[in-house]
């Protein structure tokens, strides 16, 4: 996408006059080296979350804008953000979630994130900390609305948060939304997974393949009003969705178990190449 097409989208509006793309937003370059730079780092440093920014940065996607207008100025779009300015409130407010019926989508999300020791407001004051400049247009929107849906993936697909579910998320995120750097963690991580792991039968590869399937396979998430998802039964949001049982990932931890292998574990004897952060 060249800088008079980033232009155009600097033209379009939503109905309150919200630019789509502020004209001071950087045009992003592809970078494909500085991307596997970053990414060689960040296997060394996994702390460094700035490392994730460079790689995306890094790969823009070609159809990122048109995905932002799509959603963005479309009427749904004006009502999830009239409906829904602020995820973090909605999602970390456990005591109004709670009051949902047993079984629903919010009680799973709590029960994930309190075990997890999680909160939205915590991810979001983590990618405050990069520093990154920040713009009052509809680009923000949908990144910040991106990154606020992330641990709803973890519930929906049923990857964890060990090392292998991470990367499983990362590429049923590239099947939502394709990104390059989304393919590069997550087949970078997983080849890095089988390679501590070597001679284990476990089907590492199988299951980032199907969590690209799945992602790819169902609507988008932050499409959804995700306060009225969240009161839903857990099983027919999954349903709706079409996001079948992780198979291939289950499959994995079942082998890893029996072979002795701790599957939330498995890089511990490498501290610097554990867990790839997501994006």
């Given at each position: 996408m060249t800088g008079s097409d980033h232009e155009a989208y600097s033209q379009m509006f939503a109905a309150d006059g919200t630019v789509l793309r502020h004209p001071d937003r950087p045009t992003p370059r592809y970078r494909p080296l500085r991307a596997v730079r970053s990414f060689q780092a960040l296997i060394k440093d996994k702390e460094d979350t700035s490392l994730v920014f460079k790689i995306f940065e890094s790969l823009p996607s070609s159809d990122f804008l048109d995905r932002v207008s799509r959603l963005a100025l479309s009427e749904r779009g004006e009502m999830l953000r009239a409906t829904e300015p602020s995820l973090p409130e909605i999602l970390d407010d456990h005591a109004a979630l709670r009051r949902t019926p047993k079984g629903s989508l919010a009680h799973a999300y709590c029960d994930f994130m309190e075990a997890e020791g999680l909160s939205a407001a915590g991810l979001v004051?983590?990618?405050?900390?990069?520093?990154?400049?920040?713009?009052?247009?509809?680009?923000?929107?949908?990144?910040?609305?991106?990154?606020?849906?992330?641990?709803?993936?973890?519930?929906?697909?049923?990857?964890?948060?060990?090392?292998?579910?991470?990367?499983?998320?990362?590429?049923?995120?590239?099947?939502?939304?394709?990104?390059?750097?989304?393919?590069?963690?997550?087949?970078?991580?997983?080849?890095?997974?089988?390679?501590?792991?070597?001679?284990?039968?476990?089907?590492?590869?199988?299951?980032?393949?199907?969590?690209?399937?799945?992602?790819?396979?169902?609507?988008?998430?932050?499409?959804?009003?995700?306060?009225?998802?969240?009161?839903?039964?857990?099983?027919?949001?999954?349903?709706?969705?079409?996001i079948p049982e992780p198979t291939q990932y289950r499959e994995c931890h079942r082998i890893w178990k029996a072979e002795g292998l701790d599957p939330y574990d498995l890089l511990s004897s490498k501290p610097a190449e554990t867990e790839l952060l997501a994006a």
């Amino acid at each position: 996408m060249t800088g008079s097409d980033h232009e155009a989208y600097s033209q379009m509006f939503a109905a309150d006059g919200t630019v789509l793309r502020h004209p001071d937003r950087p045009t992003p370059r592809y970078r494909p080296l500085r991307a596997v730079r970053s990414f060689q780092a960040l296997i060394k440093d996994k702390e460094d979350t700035s490392l994730v920014f460079k790689i995306f940065e890094s790969l823009p996607s070609s159809d990122f804008l048109d995905r932002v207008s799509r959603l963005a100025l479309s009427e749904r779009g004006e009502m999830l953000r009239a409906t829904e300015p602020s995820l973090p409130e909605i999602l970390d407010d456990h005591a109004a979630l709670r009051r949902t019926p047993k079984g629903s989508l919010a009680h799973a999300y709590c029960d994930f994130m309190e075990a997890e020791g999680l909160s939205a407001a915590g991810l979001v004051a983590e990618a405050e900390r990069l520093g990154r400049p920040k713009y009052p247009d509809l680009v923000q929107w949908f990144i910040e609305r991106s990154r606020d849906t992330h641990d709803l993936f973890h519930i929906l697909t049923g990857y964890s948060r060990d090392a292998l579910g991470e990367q499983c998320v990362l590429l049923f995120t590239h099947g939502q939304a394709p990104s390059q750097g989304h393919l590069l963690i997550g087949y970078a991580g997983a080849a890095n997974i089988k390679k501590m792991v070597k001679g284990s039968a476990a089907p590492v590869f199988g299951a980032v393949r199907q969590a690209q399937r799945t992602g790819k396979g169902a609507p988008q998430l932050m499409a959804y009003p995700i306060r009225e998802l969240l009161a839903r039964p857990l099983a027919d949001v999954r349903a709706e969705m079409r996001i079948p049982e992780p198979t291939q990932y289950r499959e994995c931890h079942r082998i890893w178990k029996a072979e002795g292998l701790d599957p939330y574990d498995l890089l511990s004897s490498k501290p610097a190449e554990t867990e790839l952060l997501a994006a």
